[in-house]
């Protein structure tokens, strides 16, 4: 994971060092403000985390506003021209991207 690139704070990398199956099947985009380097001192830490199977039980830290999807529902509101999606698409930061970079 690219954590220490983007200088974030040690309880966003135990969250995302803690999330289960994230050597396998999940991929987190940092998308916001932060992504956009336009956060100021209040503002929360925006993720989306993409999963094979929905993730439940996830200790998330109170400077995060996590977003979830599975990949096959990501990939049909994409397919869809949804704006969210795409935003996250073109412009959000990959943090961790096995979901989407697994090659067969």
Known sequence: M???ALGLVPELRAFLEGI???EDDVSVILVGS???????ENSDIDLLLVSRRPLTDLNIPPQ???MRS???DFLKQLDA???FEAWCVR???PIAT???GRRS
């Open 2 to 4: 690219k954590i220490n």
């Open 20 to 22: 289960p199956g994230r």
């Open 34 to 40: 932060v992504a956009r380097q336009t956060q100021s």
């Open 64 to 66: 995060v506003h996590l």
């Open 70 to 72: 599975t990949l096959g």
């Open 81 to 83: 021209g949804e704006d």
């Open 91 to 93: 412009f959000g930061i």
């Open 98 to 100: 096995t979901a989407f």
